[in-house]
T-cell receptor
Framework: QKEVEQNSGPLSVPEGAIASLNCTYS??????FFWYRQYSGKSPELIMSIYSNGDKEDGRFTAQLNKASQYVSLLIRDSQPSDSATYLCAVSDPGAGSYQLTFGKGTKLSVIP | KAGVTQTPRYLIKTRGQQVTLSCSPI?????VSWYQQTPGQGLQFLFEYFSETQRNKGNFPGRFSGRQFSNSRSEMNVSTLELGDSALYLC?????????????FGPGTRLTVT
């Protein structure tokens, strides 16, 4: 049973601070990693994908992957109240012919003005 | 480029009935995946279709089925509805292979079973 674990939160950070979201996964064969943002009552929105060890930056977002530790993280710099949402970590193993995403339960982030 | 569309957006059904949900993927995407989201279980994978063939299937009973058409549009069907089927049903569109495995979600269909 593939598992993806996230702290459920809520994680509260002040406006302008760095928010750090963490995720661990059980399937060592996982090759593709994604972060989605989901606002209340809305569908998940893809914000980052990462496939190789190391950091990947996109604007205020940085995804970090460490396959040896089976760990993925998302850093949000200069957090804004509009970043308040639930962040979902997802993994897949397309190399094994499995394109399905396995999701964590999500971390709820609140950015306090 | 237009995003993923799902119809209907909301549905109310009675136990024992059946329901069909529709999904139109992003133009050029050949893969459609379906997920169920509930407060207790989170997002769970139902099945994935690629070029009209079911490529992966999640751990759901046979009451849940789907299909994909030649234009990549997909439908999922739930027969003999149960109260526990009340959920947000999401479809996700992707290329289905290299160079990107990213999946983009539609707005979802909120199904309520009474």
């Amino acid at each position: 049973q593939k598992e993806v674990e996230q702290n459920s939160g809520p994680l509260s950070v002040p406006e302008g601070a760095i928010a750090s979201l963490n995720c661990t996964y059980s399937d060592r064969g996982s090759q593709s990693f994604f972060w989605y943002r989901q606002y209340s009552g809305k569908s998940p929105e893809l914000i980052m994908s990462i496939y190789s060890n190391g950091d990947k930056e996109d604007g205020r977002f940085t995804a970090q992957l460490n396959k040896a530790s089976q760990y993925v993280s998302l850093l949000i710099r200069d957090s804004q109240p509009s970043d308040s949402a639930t962040y979902l970590c997802a993994v897949s193993d397309p190399g094994a012919g499995s394109y399905q995403l396995t999701f964590g339960k999500g971390t709820k982030l609140s950015v306090i003005p | 480029k237009a995003g993923v569309t799902q119809t209907p957006r909301y549905l109310i059904k009675t136990r024992g009935q059946q329901v069909t949900l529709s999904c139109s993927p992003i133009s050029g995407h050949r893969s459609v995946s379906w997920y169920q989201q509930t407060p207790g279980q989170g997002l769970q994978f139902l099945f994935e279709y690629f070029s009209e063939t079911q490529r992966n299937k999640g751990n759901f009973p046979g009451r849940f089925s789907g299909r994909q058409f030649s234009n990549s549009r997909s439908e999922m069907n739930v027969s003999t509805l149960e109260l526990g089927d009340s959920a947000l049903y999401l479809c996700a569109s992707s290329l289905g292979g290299e160079p990107s495995y990213e999946q983009y979600f539609g707005p979802g269909t909120r199904l309520t079973v009474t």
